[in-house]
C-alpha cells in the first residue's frame, strides 16, 4: 500500500567524521571519476539531485 505520492527518491543515511575531507577524497576518487564518467556517456542519468545534511539530535544513536 502506497501512502502519499509516489516517487522516485533514494536516500542515504551516511555518517562521518568530517565532511568536507570525506567528500574531497570521494570526489578526488579516480575508480568514482571514471564510474560516473562512464554512466554519463550518453547524457545525465538523473533529473536532479537534492543533498541534505542531517545533525544527530543528542540522543540519537549516530553519533
Do not use: C
Not at 502506497?2 to 516517487?7: A, K, P, R, V, W
Not at 579516480?30 to 544527530?56: F, Y
Amino acid at each position: 500500500m502506497l501512502i502519499g505520492d509516489g516517487n522516485n527518491d533514494l536516500h542515504y543515511l551516511l555518517a562521518w567524521e568530517s565532511l568536507e575531507k570525506k567528500w574531497t577524497a570521494f570526489m578526488a576518487d579516480p575508480a568514482w571519476q571514471s564510474a560516473r564518467s562512464e554512466s554519463e556517456r550518453d547524457g545525465m542519468i538523473i533529473a536532479s539531485i537534492k543533498s541534505t545534511v542531517l545533525q544527530p539530535t543528542a540522543f540519537s544513536a549516530v553519533k
